[in-house]
T-cell receptor
């Protein structure tokens, strides 16, 4: 039973436009959420995170939104750049538990 | 600063063979993890450790063993390799059970094929 769901396997966006990656979760105990970025043949790297006590966190071109009532979070990238092309993983945890990851969304930014 | 180092990067095993995937971190992190990633799937937790001498099972521990004798090292052992263990294996570490801003630090992975 998937606790973290990324229902879009892939997304294509034109350079300069907004990329929106979505993530849903089922475990109401999750209280911290992270996004990771992964390039081929590399390990995932941390991108941005948000605590359940917030509904928005911004870091440069990257913003994560959290809607607890809907158990939904999204990652916005504005403006999108070709170097943003990668697989993005949503991950969540509660208390002392290890991170639970979604299946990932492959973002392609087209120049 | 090397971060998390995994060796080997690639390995082909025959069914029934055994091997150890090595993982070392130089950041003095207490927590270490092993995940596997199958094609089109997310990362699934195999085992994790909250400190030297302490290990615990994750979501998919069958067919694997781990040990944590030092803070730096967290090797993953496959005793009887099976085709279902063909995957990319990632080791990760973190300062505690939770880092407020930076999450886990991952190694670059070991691509294992069992034939």
């Amino acid at each position: 039973d998937q606790q973290v769901k990324q229902n879009s396997p892939s997304l294509s966006v034109q350079e300069g436009r907004i990329s929106i990656l979505n993530c849903d979760y089922t475990n109401s105990m999750f209280d911290y959420f992270l996004w990771y970025k992964k390039y081929p043949a590399e390990g995932p790297t941390f991108l941005i995170s948000i605590s359940s006590i917030k509904d928005k966190n911004e870091d440069g071109r990257f913003t994560v939104f959290l809607n607890k009532s809907a158990k939904h979070l999204s990652l916005h990238i504005v403006p999108s750049q070709p170097g943003d092309s990668a697989v993005y993983f949503c991950a969540s945890l509660s208390g002392n538990t290890p991170l639970v990851f979604g299946k990932g969304t492959r973002l392609s930014v087209i120049a | 600063n090397a971060g998390v180092t995994q060796t080997p990067k690639f390995r082909i095993l025959k069914i029934g063979q055994s091997m150890t995937l090595q993982c070392t971190q130089d950041m003095n992190h207490n927590y270490m993890y092993w995940y596997r990633q199958d094609p089109g799937m997310g990362l699934k937790l195999i085992y994790y450790s909250v400190g030297a001498g302490i290990t615990d099972k994750g979501e998919v521990p069958n067919g694997y063993n781990v040990s944590r004798s030092t803070t730096e090292d967290f090797p993953l052992r496959l005793e009887l390799a099976a085709p279902s263990q063909t995957s990319v294996y990632f080791c990760a570490s973190s300062l505690s059970d939770r880092q407020s801003n930076y999450g886990y630090t991952f190694g670059s992975g070991t691509r294992l094929t069992v034939v």
